[in-house]
């Protein structure tokens, strides 16, 4: 699976964004699918996963009732829109696969991350 990441910018403290991540191939829907981001100079780190159903979801503590995580498995997609954005949310946020039975935080366990989405979020 190749995944495409879009839709970060440049946006004011309290502004939203809504990212992208759309998968090539007719086998998205197999996956559970996440959001990482990795701040400047830092690790990546877990933003939200949703499972291949999208049935079931869940986030990072710091993104929690600002941040949603959808998929439309017909247009192979993935999306995250992100609301009340802080600057600390700066980061290049990218997309990762897993063929996981459940839900997994740790990078290691996602595949596939593909070119990521610069978010800048001024203050």
């Known amino acids: 699976v190749q995944l495409q990441a879009s839709g970060g910018g440049l946006v004011q403290a309290g502004g939203f964004l809504r990212l992208s991540c759309v998968a090539s191939?007719?086998?998205?829907?197999?996956?559970?699918m996440a959001w990482f981001r990795q701040p400047p100079g830092k690790e990546r780190e877990f933003v939200a996963a949703?499972?291949?159903?999208?049935?079931?979801?869940f986030y990072a503590d710091s993104v929690k009732g600002r941040f949603t995580i959808s998929r439309d498995n017909a247009k192979n997609t993935l999306y995250l829109q992100m609301n009340s954005l802080k600057p600390e949310d700066t980061a290049v946020y990218s997309c990762?696969?897993?063929?996981?039975?459940?839900?997994?935080?740790?990078?290691?366990?996602?595949?596939?991350w593909g070119q990521g989405t610069q978010v800048t979020v001024s203050s």
């Open positions: 191939g007719r086998t998205f829907s197999s996956y559970n």
């Open positions: 949703i499972l291949r159903s999208g049935g079931s979801t």
């Open positions: 990762g696969t897993s063929l996981g039975a459940a839900l997994s935080t740790t990078p290691r366990d996602y595949n596939d």
